[in-house]
């Protein structure tokens, strides 16, 4: 289809979703998908289609059909790529339309957030708005409907946008500014508004209280009830307002529910001052029934009103409520009646003594809430209350603000109380007073008297009765709404009648009261106390002719003396309390008399001098009728009354000066303008005026004079318009006389204010409040003067001012406060008089901003001038003029200003700060409106008026530095966005006109270094401010900006990169201070900016490298910055592609690392950017995890990858012990006790103990090293204890008491020895948890690059299993996908963009087997050595390899181990660590076959120790140990291996496996002489019920051991002893030399020792067992305890066989439950480790362990273990040793105290130095106690001491070995690199440290003495040589 093409885009026309009548798919060719509610811009037309494109994707166009869009007018502003459509419609429905697209979008992230509440609320919003918008676009509404509807929906619109934290959009007259069309200032203005009232609402001046009453709650009165509401004042003890009547019915609801009105109230009119404590809303309740509650149905009839009860609540409760709050009051009644006018006071003041409470469920239920404002715009807010028809109740008199035109007439009597005789009754009468309103004829007036709002008037009142009182007290009050021309003649009559509580009831007239509303003399009842005179009436017919009685005296105070009718009657009074509030009658005589003046023509100078003692309430009330009166009198006689008229006028203007009548003005101004008549007045009030004005020097008070000129507005404003309506009447006749006058006037005026006084004189005063109005005077004078000559007056008064005043003249400030006034007056916006002022104020204000004073008044001076100013095509030339001007005399001191305004420190009050902000804020405005108005031209002309370089220099600076002060984010509210972007586009423009500036006066010779500097740390803010960061704003924000201003980003980068190349050689002396700033802009995510950027980093390597011959400045400089800038969450992946040329850069620059290949130090270059690149690396992995909310894994292991990176590759050791403070308090949060500690121990390696002072770091105070390392162990201590690591709190003890001993601190020593024992104690008592082991491997690209194909070993929480543990790691990495097989993955999945995460259990392989293998070592103890310290895991998968043989499976199958090291040992400074190395080992069945055998034999020991020591509860776990070995139902038991290995076509067919049949057949033996002895000890416990199973077990055992061709007496001799024969009851020494076969260590000799003495009831060593065992069982003296299981074996997938040989033992520790693992196929060491010597295991440090290939092969048949006696003299090898044969030095060990061992040895016990019991050049070349860190802490902790014996070879009788030389050379692990975290490795290597002496081994084998304590004082060893540290024991030792 052809488009013919429209000649020019014509009209725009786009699409509104209203007439939109469906959805467009464009399925046709060329077709543009469209949905409802897109905006659409037309190019091209054609027969029903049109080609186009939608606004928000403009770079796809297509075509659409006609009749599916509504078409509009539009036009278009910046034609080309950054054009705008803007509709031709109401701004207010565009901004509706765009604001309610942008709320959509954040609406449904809401609901995603699960952000509820605002979420509802926001919904509800933008339906109200769519409705708004549906009226305003059918356009049927009045001006001011639609006024209303716009404003609100501007209110909601902002109300969004704040909840939503969008920006503050500047408006005016409800219409969105563009910032190009207003100068700044006024956009600042705008902005501050708007800001101020949405932060700062305006405090509203009046209140009113809403009231709805919805019941009275458990009341069982059956009687009806009247509630009254009043508000009450308790600090002046009188009501506030009228009372609020509501009748209740009886069941203690409102009667009528449907009247809402008459259940709602609102109490209007509160003051500000009313909101407060005392104030309160109280409720009055009165019953209506019997005289007496629960009266007897026999007594009267009668109802009357009596008292029930009264509550009370303070408005202050109700200040913080926003929304309708229900309360529920409590009631109280008065104990004694007659104070029932005083309960409420009584509640307040809380005197309890005089009421109490009516039930204590009963209350009185009520809906209050405080509304503020105008009660017309709270009606319009509030049209839900006033649709209801809600009564108003009013305050009591005039409010604190009276407005005109309010007509009120209302009297308020109050029934206060009464006197009254018993009238010859025994008791007291009940008194009720009937009120009624009469009129001139006698006659009531029907409906005036009211006893409160919320009903209707009525005819009479009848007040409540006190039950037998004479002196009642009643405090009722009523309003009476007489119509102001029946006040003459109407009277108020009071019948007092007395209630009979008899049958009848009767209402008893007695008396009598009345009294006139109005007096003879025109003036109403006067307001107060009126004690009524009572007359004597019985019947009421004597009172129908009211002239009878009218005729008497009605009160106390009217009585004529020797009155002797009323003095019988003296003794009754009554008394009434009046308020009259009327706006048409007065109280006032005075005020009657001026206004009848002419009827008492000689007393009107009276009058006058009275008027200003009259209440100015009542002159407002009659304003016209006053002026009129005035001016009238002036004109009759100005010569006579002329000065004391204007006197009187001066009074009249000023009141309206007052708060409470300022309302008024706007009556006055409209009686000048419409209703004043006195045209020859002008001439008498300028003759006055002139008059006081000449007087004012001399005069001696000053005050009359004053108030004159507070006046002259209003003076002037009656002159000019005497002046006009005498021009109109007389075609403008004396015009030359009025000038002339008004001219004398002036000058008069002009010496007067050029008076100078000496300090503060009244003069000054005066000349201060005549220039607080002369603004609006020369406004007067504009409608009768020219423009030019009120300019000239204003000019030559402000001229005239003093310029040298006294500092706190009050004239300072107002001079500023006039001129502020002028310059917004009409006066200074033309332009024509604007020339002739502007001298004068630029004169003022410099003087002032140099002085630095009144900055507030400048600022707004300043402002008002500037607003004037923006670019207007008609009057260009002037405004540049006036820039220009401006710029001259203040461009400087406004620099000067800025820079010391913003230096200040905020204050602290609100109101201070707020004016600190708004004066910062507005001469910023200033300096950016003169800014943006110069141009190229103005520019130059500027720049060129500096004389000297280093004025310009100067100005520069200055100017530089104030732009970075305005681009701080605290410089505007956060949500200013258009503000900034003007501030920002305003600096760039300024930016790029200086550019040339620099280059062409500050280079070559003129080179200056601040200049530049600054220029270019300006630019780098510039470029990384929040507000330029386009990629954080919404598309839609971001279309906008990039539309109007562009990215301001890249433009200001492009003229970096230029400026840079312009220094030449100079960028030398910028590369130290800019490599930082410089890496922070690359950092920002702007291809381009980071393109023109990135390669200013070669030149600096360059120039670096030219200058130094290297470029480490630049490197460390760079690292250091990266660091910080990262951890802000700056930079991102592409930019380390960037840097490291993983991607070509664009744009005509060559790469980074191109550019660096081409320099000679390429080599160097390309190493440092690695560097960089692999820093980033981790430093981006490590911002990633510390986004999420939880710690978790990936933030410690990410953190430990960082730390290890800083301290290997990097060697920044303060960012490193950072490092280490952050992985630690990870660890706390995630209460990852022990790995906390591990974590501290890194800082604390690094630290010694010296005195060297430290500086303060972190949250550590300024101390010596030993102090902080003292505290480091303290806390590390805590924290091992914590994580129940007790065995490392005891060697860090021993640590710290070594140090406490040393300087003789025995306190600290003492607690810490304390602290030891109580650790033994929790080892022994505490019960600990076997943790979990599982390998996870995390495959995949999509990981973080720490985890990226790799595999880690996890120490699982406490009670985690291998399912939730897998189920934690899902959670973490819930994208990943779980591998269902242990198998290694391909490289399909390591290369998959895709996290696959693989997971399995394993099982640990201690390292310290000694410990393990020991008999007599408690199970609390050995469960500590089976989870901690472990480098290697274990992983066994069962296979068939070769035929299976079906009957006999255990032929052929194999076993297939995986055994994992990993580069550090668990537990450490990370719940999970990588491994290292892998090992594959296949084990034979035949070897397979004895671990099964071995790992049974071991459990069956275990449970045997158990039960012999009564640690098992019941015989259980043994029996069932029993029955599966000897009863093997499942798989055969031992025959089967018997049948599979001892056959003799296996042994002919397998010779190299002689000596495993051999073992085979031992183990075979030893596994049946345990199950003998196990057999006996069951036979011992178990209980009688189970005595047939013990029978069966027995029987069948003999079948066992027949089967196996095993008869008792072939037992060896070794096996057959009975382990329960001791010498003197102790385990340690058997009664027979023969060792113990049955022992874990199977043959080995050990020679058995201890440091510390134990009950030897409590230990033993071994359980041998004999044949015998069964006669032995019955002579046990003690118990045994011995070795649990070690190893597990996993679960086989293959086999089921292995149900009963590989089943895994139950873990029968008394310190850890049972585990899982516990219940899976046991898995046992292979039989090389078995027979291993375990060497000793470091407790903290892993970095000293011995090497694995210093183990002699268990194998070897010279090494096999053979009995022998040995003699127990000699001081055992350690583990792992050679034997002497081998002629291998052995090192002495050194001698240890043995007085408390059980032993009886010639040679003492001996505790090994860390070095000790090894061969020469077998520790490695590495460790800390030669490289250096000896002090470091931890190496000490790692260097413990070997004290365990291993089953090594040795001669009978064999002599000690002779000492040796200390070895140079500590073992470290084979084939590991030194963990990062282990110690800190510093560069230069310490002095060696000789062997200290109490470590050393004398010749003699005598016992030695202890080693002596050092005798040098703290002081002297601080001086003396390095202390060497004594190294602890070691834990296994125990």
Wanted: aromatic share 8%.
């Amino acid at each position: 289809m052809w488009f013919g093409s429209v000649a020019g885009h014509g009209p725009v026309l786009y699409c509104e979703k209203l007439l939109l009548l469906a959805n467009f798919r464009g399925t046709v060719q060329h077709g543009l998908p469209l949905e409802i509610g897109e905006t659409v811009q037309i190019l091209e037309k054609c027969e029903g289609w049109y080609r186009g494109f939608v606004l928000k994707n403009p770079n796809v166009k297509g075509i659409f059909p006609c009749s599916y869009i509504h078409l509009k007018h539009a036009h278009i502003k910046n034609k080309g790529q950054f054009e705008t459509v803007i509709p031709m419609e109401e701004s207010v429905i565009t901004e509706m339309t765009v604001t309610l697209r942008d709320w959509g979008t954040m609406w449904k992230q809401l609901y995603v957030k699960n952000e509820g509440e605002l979420f509802h609320r926001l919904w509800h919003v933008m339906t109200e708005i769519l409705e708004l918008r549906r009226q305003v676009l059918v356009g049927h509404l009045t001006n001011d409907r639609m006024t209303d509807i716009k404003q609100h929906i501007i209110a909601r619109l902002d109300w969004g946008n704040e909840q939503l934290g969008l920006d503050l959009v500047p408006r005016r007259d409800f219409s969105m500014v563009d910032p190009d069309e207003i100068s700044v200032t006024e956009l600042y203005r705008l902005m501050e508004r708007r800001h101020r009232k949405r932060e700062f609402p305006l405090q509203a001046n009046m209140h009113h209280l809403f009231l709805q009453i919805n019941s009275l709650l458990n009341c069982n009165l059956a009687e009806e009830l009247y509630v009254f509401f009043f508000i009450y004042d308790s600090r002046e003890m009188r009501p506030i307002s009228e009372r609020f009547f509501v009748r209740l019915n009886k069941q203690g609801v409102p009667k009528s529910p449907e009247k809402t009105e008459k259940q709602c109230t609102l109490f209007v009119d509160l003051g500000s001052s009313d909101l407060r404590k005392d104030v309160y809303v109280v409720a009055h309740i009165f019953r209506i029934g019997r005289m007496v509650a629960g009266e007897k149905k026999s007594a009267s009839n009668t109802q009357y009103r009596r008292p029930f009860g009264c509550t009370v609540i303070s408005l202050s409760d109700l200040l913080t409520a926003d929304c309708k709050d229900d309360h529920l009051l409590k009631v109280y009644s008065c104990n004694t009646e007659s104070e029932w006018y005083q309960i409420h006071d009584n509640i307040i003041r809380k005197v309890s003594s005089r009421y109490s409470q009516i039930g204590s469920s009963t209350g009185l239920a009520v809906s209050l809430q405080l509304l503020h404002g105008n009660l017309e715009q709270i009606q319009k807010d509030y049209m839900r209350l006033f649709t209801r028809n809600v009564s108003i109740t009013r305050r009591l008199g005039f409010s604190d603000i009276i407005m005109p035109g309010e007509v009120r007439n209302d009297l308020y009597v109050t029934l206060e109380r009464g006197e009254f005789e018993k009238g010859g009754k025994s008791v007291a009468r009940n008194v009720e007073v009937t009120v009624y309103l009469l009129g001139g004829d006698g006659q009531v007036l029907k409906g005036l008297v009211c006893s409160g709002s919320g009903e209707l008037g009525a005819d009479e009142f009848h007040s409540f009765v006190l039950y037998h009182s004479n002196s009642p007290r009643w405090s009722e009050q009523i309003k009476l709404t007489v119509p102001p021309e029946l006040f003459r003649v109407t009277h108020l009559r009071f019948e007092f009648r007395h209630c009979s509580t008899k049958e009848k009831g009767e209402k008893k007239l007695f008396g009598y009261s009345f009294v006139p509303l109005m007096q003879e003399d025109g003036r109403t009842l006067p307001d107060g106390t009126h004690e009524l005179i009572v007359h004597k009436c019985e019947e009421t017919a004597n009172l129908q002719d009211c002239s009878r009685y009218l005729k008497l005296p009605f009160s106390k105070a009217s009585l004529q003396p020797g009155n002797n009718q009323t003095m019988k009657n003296s003794k009754e009074s009554f008394w009434i309390l009046s308020l009259l509030c009327s706006t048409k009658l007065t109280q006032n005589g005075e005020m009657l008399d001026l206004l009848k003046w002419r009827t008492h023509p000689d007393g009107i100078m009276d009058s006058l001098t009275k008027l200003k003692d009259i209440d100015g309430s009542e002159i407002v009330k009659f304003l016209q009728d006053t002026l009129d009166t005035l001016f009238a009198v002036l004109d009759d006689s100005p010569q006579r009354y002329g000065l004391k008229v204007f006197d009187c006028l001066v009074h009249v203007i000023n009141l309206l000066q007052d708060s409470k009548f300022q309302h008024f003005k706007p009556v006055m101004d409209n009686y000048i303008e419409n209703h004043f008549a006195g045209a020859l007045s002008y001439r008498d009030l300028i003759r006055v005026l002139k008059w006081y004005v000449d007087r004012i020097i001399d005069a001696e008070h000053q005050e009359q004079i004053q108030q004159v000129l507070k006046a002259a507005e209003y003076l002037f404003k009656y002159i000019v318009q005497s002046r006009m309506l005498y021009a109109a009447a007389t075609a403008a006749q004396a015009e030359e006389e009025f000038r002339c006058s008004v001219h004398e006037l002036f000058k008069s005026i002009h010496l007067f204010l050029s008076h100078q006084s000496k300090g503060i004189s009244p003069v000054t005063h005066t000349q201060a409040v005549f220039l607080r109005s002369f603004p609006t005077v020369c406004c007067e004078l504009l409608k009768v003067f020219s423009v030019r000559e009120v300019a000239n007056l204003a000019r030559d008064t402000l001229s005239s001012l003093p310029t040298n005043t006294h500092t706190e003249c009050p004239l300072q400030a107002v001079k500023l406060q006039c001129m502020a006034k002028t310059v917004e007056s009409p006066l200074y916006t033309n332009a024509e008089s604007r020339c002739v002022l502007l001298p004068v104020v630029l004169h003022l204000l410099r003087t002032y901003l140099q002085e630095q004073k009144e900055l507030v008044l400048c600022a707004n001076i300043l402002t008002s001038m500037l607003s004037l100013v923006h670019k207007d095509p008609n009057t260009d030339c002037v405004v540049s003029e006036e820039v220009n001007v401006i710029m001259d005399s203040l461009s400087g001191v406004l620099l000067r200003t800025i820079l010391e305004v913003t230096n200040r420190p905020q204050p602290a009050a609100t109101s201070l700060r707020l004016q600190y902000q708004d004066v910062t804020g507005e001469f910023v405005a200033c300096l950016l409106t003169l800014l943006r108005q110069l141009s190229d031209k103005d520019y130059q002309q500027l720049l060129s008026r500096f004389p000297s370089k280093d004025e310009l220099a100067n100005f520069l600076l200055q100017l530089f530095t104030v732009f970075r002060i305005l681009i701080r984010p605290d410089m505007f509210p956060k949500d200013w966005t258009v503000m900034r972007l003007v501030t920002n586009n305003v600096i760039i423009t300024t930016v790029l006109y200086l550019s040339d500036t620099l280059r062409n006066n500050f280079l070559n010779e003129k080179f200056d270094f601040k200049v530049w500097e600054s220029y270019f740390y300006l630019s780098i803010i510039f470029i990384i401010q929040p507000c330029l960061q386009l990629e954080m704003f919404p598309p839609s924000k971001r279309k906008k900006v990039l539309e109007k201003y562009g990215d301001m980003r890249v433009m200001i980068g492009c003229e970096i990169f230029s400026m840079w190349q312009n220094l030449g050689d100079y960028k030398v002396n910028l590369i130290p201070s800019l490599i930082g700033p410089f890496l922070e802009v690359t950092l920002v995510p702007q291809p381009d900016l980071r393109n023109v950027l990135i390669p200013v980093f070669h030149d600096m390597m360059d120039s670096e490298e030219r200058r130094s011959g290297n470029f480490k400045q630049v490197e460390a400089k760079l690292i250091d910055k990266l660091e910080s800038l990262m951890s802000e969450g700056k930079g991102d992946e592409t930019y380390k592609e960037l840097f490291n040329n993983i991607i070509p850069l664009f744009g005509p620059y060559p790469s980074l690392l191109k550019k660096i290949e081409r320099e000679t130090w390429r080599e160097s270059g390309v190493s440092h950017i690695a560097t960089v690149t692999r820093l980033m690396e981790r430093l981006l992995d490590y911002r990633d995890c510390m986004k999420i909310g939880e710690v978790d894994g990936k933030k410690i292991g990410c953190t430990v990858n960082l730390l290890n990176f800083y301290k290997t590759e990097l060697n920044k050791e303060e960012m490193y012990i950072r490092y280490i403070h952050k992985l630690y308090e990870l660890h706390l949060k995630a209460q990852n006790f022990t790995e906390a500690a591990y974590t501290l121990l890194l800082y604390d390696e690094l630290l010694e103990w010296t005195e060297r002072p430290l500086r303060e770091f972190l949250t550590y105070p300024m101390q010596s090293e030993w102090q902080r390392k003292e505290c480091l162990h303290l806390t590390i201590i805590h924290n091992f204890d914590r994580g129940k690591c007790w065995e490392n709190c005891i060697i860090l003890c021993r640590e710290l008491a070594n140090q406490y001993e040393a300087y003789y601190d025995y306190r600290n020593l003492s607690k810490m020895r304390l602290m030891e024992a109580s650790l033994y104690d929790k080892i022994m008592n505490q019960q600990r948890l076997e943790p979990e082991f599982f390998r996870i491997g995390f495959y995949g690209k999509k990981f973080p690059f720490f985890l990226r194909n790799k595999e880690f070993v996890c120490r699982g929480n406490d009670y985690e299993r291998l399912e939730a543990f897998q189920q934690r790691m899902l959670s973490e990495f819930p994208h990943a996908i779980a591998m269902q097989h242990a198998n290694q993955p391909d490289q399909t999945i390591l290369q998959a963009e895709a996290q696959y995460l693989q997971i399995y259990a394993v099982s640990p392989v201690p390292d310290n087997q000694d410990v393990l293998q020991r008999d007599g070592v408690p199970n609390n103890i050995k469960s500590f050595y089976k989870v901690n310290h472990i480098w290697r895991f274990r992983y066994d998968r069962p296979f068939h390899k070769g035929t299976k043989d079906k009957e006999n499976e255990f032929k052929s199958l194999w076993v297939e181990r995986t055994t994992l090291s990993l580069a550090q040992s668990l537990p450490g400074i990370s719940r999970w660590f990588e491994v290292e190395k892998r090992e594959l080992v296949e084990m034979s069945p035949l070897e397979n076959a004895s671990e099964v055998i071995e790992n049974k034999t071991l459990q069956l020991r275990t449970l045997i120790a158990q039960c012999q020591m009564r640690q098992m509860q019941n015989i259980n776990p043994l029996t069932m140990c029993l029955n599966g070995v000897i009863d093997a139902a499942v798989n055969g038991g031992l025959a089967r291996y018997q049948e599979a290995f001892f056959a003799k076509d296996y042994i002919s067919s397998h010779p190299e496996d002689g000596d495993k049949i051999t073992r085979l057949r031992e183990l075979m033996f030893e596994q049946a002489h345990i199950l003998e002895y196990g057999l006996a000890v069951h036979e011992k416990f178990v209980p009688q019920d189970m005595r047939p199973l013990h029978k069966k077990l027995v029987d069948q055992f003999h079948v066992m051991r027949s089967s196996l061709g095993i008869q008792p007496q072939e037992f060896p001799a070794y096996v057959r002893v009975s382990p329960l024969h001791f010498a003197n009851g102790s385990p340690r020494t058997c009664r027979t030399p023969v060792p113990n076969a049955i022992s874990p260590e199977g043959g080995r000799i050990v020679a058995r020792r201890s440091p510390l003495s134990y009950p030897a009831v409590n230990r033993y060593s071994s359980s041998s067992l004999s044949s015998q065992a069964s006669n032995d069982v019955s002579n046990i003296t003690g118990q045994s305890e011995s070795s649990d299981e070690v190893f597990n074996m996993q679960p086989s997938p293959s086999t089921s066989s292995l149900s009963s040989n590989h089943s895994g033992s139950h873990n029968v520790t008394s310190s850890a439950p049972s585990s899982n693992r516990d219940s899976l196929p046991s898995s046992s060491p292979l039989p090389s480790d078995k027979h291993k010597h375990s060497r000793e295991n470091a407790c903290l440090s892993p970095r000293d362990r011995l090497c694995s290939g210093m183990f002699p092969s268990p194998l070897d048949p010279t090494q096999r273990m053979m009995p022998f006696q040995i003699d127990t003299s000699l001081p055992r090898p350690e583990a792992n040793l050679p034997s002497t044969e081998t002629g291998k030095n052995i090192r002495s060990l050194s001698p240890m105290p043995t007085a408390r061992s059980p032993q009886k040895t010639t040679a003492p016990p001996l505790t090994p130095s860390p070095t000790d019991c090894l061969p020469v050049g077998s520790l490695a070349s590495h460790s800390p106690a030669r490289s250096g860190s000896y002090s470091s802490g931890i190496s000490s902790l790692s260097r413990c001491s070997v004290s365990e014996t291993c089953g090594i070879e040795l001669p009978p009788a064999e002599p000690p070995l002779p000492p040796v030389a200390p070895l140079d050379n500590p073992v470290r692990r084979g084939s590991k690199t030194p963990p990062p975290y282990s110690v800190y490795e510093r560069n230069n290597p310490r002095r060696a440290t000789p062997l200290p002496h109490s470590l050393s081994v004398p010749p003699s084998a005598d016992n030695p003495n202890l080693p002596t304590k050092p005798q040098l004082s703290r002081t002297q060893r601080i001086h003396s040589e390095p202390r060497h540290r004594l190294t602890p024991r070691k834990v296994s030792q125990l």
